[in-house]
């Protein structure tokens, strides 16, 4: 005989995952990264890494230097993939314009200082 | 962002000496962590950043009043400090007050013993001084930012007031600055601590909430006294302290005291900020960090922030009294309060860009 009424929940279930519900926590494959560096003088350059598989880095590259106005590359990384990398600092921006998007915000990882 | 120029350099320089001064708070607090010396900086900060949480405070308002004795000793050599820093800068003080003056004069009013208001007045100065800077030079986008990560934060359920991301430099957010005008309120409950002549016995109206905040408090205390002890010791760390070297290094000078007050490795901390910031640098031989490229203090200080709340608060029971440790290659942070462990993401930085020359 088993009680219904107790299986219905574990409350001592794992609740999943409080980062992004992906597989692997801690790595760095289920986050987008945005980060900025220092060129010289008040020059900074923006980068974007880790776009999920389902955009296309390329249409998203021209999107953001119409929307932000600046130039930006598309940069081969052997270990990074494809990376995006934008003049200025567009980090606010972008983090925006990919939550508006529909990116989950959690799932953006805003660097920098 | 490199935000600095020639433009700001006499505000920093005054800046710059003004945090000599500044960093003896909280010096003072590592010496006698109940005195309300060191916890104005951030006391007022708490009552800054969540207003709502009135209990904290007041918490802590009767625990100043009540160990009003014990801390007579540190107050007086902080006036002086207090007045060698008006000497210091006479009219900066002055030019910066402004609203700030109603929750002082609170302070005076409402804390039984005055020691905390000599402090204050620094403190707030400091941070006026601090929001000032800012509001010349920050531009929406960076408040922007703060604000993204705040939403974050709070979408992770970190946002705790107690937290450190609160305590240790939120005093410099400018959100105090505008709930500042709340704070008052947090003050006005503590007058009249003890029990027993509730004003509202003599009188026909009803007790308010902050009345019966205060009597809450006044018997929890009077019942068990060593709430007044034990809890409430906050977690300080002196601002950072960045000098500039030359015209594209900065110089982060009390990294080793920042580290040990985390209790945390130097390289630990050092892999951080480099692998956050993108950049490189070095230690020099005063056990300096040179850090390649212009920051400034409130930068660095949102790094170590993020450091803190990933490395060193306990994600439960956000406490900063955790161990770091190493095994197989992954850090595991052991909580010394609570006694929880969890492994913490390794350090990695990421992409970096080509910036600069290439080398043949």
């Known amino acids: 005989m088993s009680v219904q009424n107790l299986t219905a929940f574990d409350p001592f279930a794992d609740e999943g995952d409080p ?7 801690g790595s760095q494959q289920n986050y987008l990264h945005i980060r900025i560096q220092q060129r010289n003088g008040r020059k900074t350059l923006t980068t974007l890494q880790g776009l999920p598989k389902e955009y ?23 270990e990074m993939g494809q990376v995006i990398q934008l003049q200025g600092d567009q980090r606010v921006k972008i983090a925006n314009f990919l939550t508006e998007e529909g990116i989950p915000k959690n799932t953006i990882k805003l660097h920098g200082f | 962002m490199a935000s600095e120029e020639p433009l700001f350099d006499p505000s920093l320089k005054k800046r710059k000496k003004k945090a000599v001064a500044f960093i003896e ?17 951030d006391n007022h900060t708490t009552n800054g950043d969540a207003v709502d949480l009135g209990p904290t405070t007041l918490h802590e308002q009767f625990k100043q009043s009540q160990n009003g004795g014990p801390e007579n000793g540190q107050p007086v050599d902080e006036v002086k400090e207090d007045d060698d820093f008006k000497s210091m800068f006479p009219e900066g003080l002055k030019k910066k007050k402004k609203k700030k003056d109603i929750p002082m004069d609170l302070d005076l009013g409402d804390d039984g013993s005055g020691a905390a208001t000599p402090t204050t007045a620094p403190a707030v100065s400091e941070d006026l001084d601090f929001s000032d800077i800012k509001k010349k030079k920050k531009s929406t986008k960076k408040k922007a930012m703060e604000d993204f990560e705040k939403e974050l934060n709070d979408a992770k359920a970190k946002d705790d007031p107690e937290d450190i991301d609160g305590d240790d430099g939120e005093h410099l957010n400018d959100i105090d600055e505008a709930d500042l005008g709340d704070d008052p309120f947090a003050h006005g409950a503590p007058t009249g601590v003890d029990a027993g002549t509730e004003p509202w016995l003599t009188s026909d109206r009803d007790y308010t909430y902050p009345e019966l905040l205060q009597r809450f408090y006044a018997s929890l205390h009077a019942s068990n006294p060593s709430l007044l002890t034990s809890t409430g010791k906050r977690y300080t ?6 000098l500039r070297e030359g015209n ?9 005291d920042i580290c040990k007050r985390m209790h945390r490795q130097p390289e630990h901390v050092i892999q951080f900020l480099f692998a956050e910031m993108g950049t490189t640098g070095s230690v020099d031989g005063a056990g300096r960090l040179v850090i390649k490229g212009r920051f400034q203090p409130k930068q660095v200080e949102n790094v170590l922030r993020r450091y803190i709340v990933e490395y060193v608060t306990c994600k439960t029971c956000k406490s900063p009294d955790t161990l770091l440790t190493k095994e197989n290659r ?8 609570c006694g929880s462990r969890r492994s913490v993401n390794a350090i990695k930085s990421g992409f970096q860009a ?3 020359r290439r080398k043949q």
């Open chain 2, 248 to 256: 594209k290094r900065s110089i982060f000078a009390n990294v080793a």
């Open chain 2, 25 to 41: 708070d909280p010096l003072g607090a590592e010496a006698d962590p109940t005195t309300p010396a060191p916890t104005s900086i």
């Open chain 1, 56 to 78: 296309d880095p390329k249409k998203l590259l021209k999107a953001f230097k119409k929307e932000f106005a600046c130039n930006g590359t598309l940069v081969d990384d052997e």
């Open chain 2, 330 to 337: 992954i850090f595991f942070m052991s909580c010394e309060s």
């Open chain 2, 237 to 242: 760390i002196a601002p950072p302290q960045i």
């Open chain 2, 354 to 356: 080509q910036v600069g």
């Open chain 1, 19 to 25: 980062l992004g519900g992906n597989q692997d926590v």
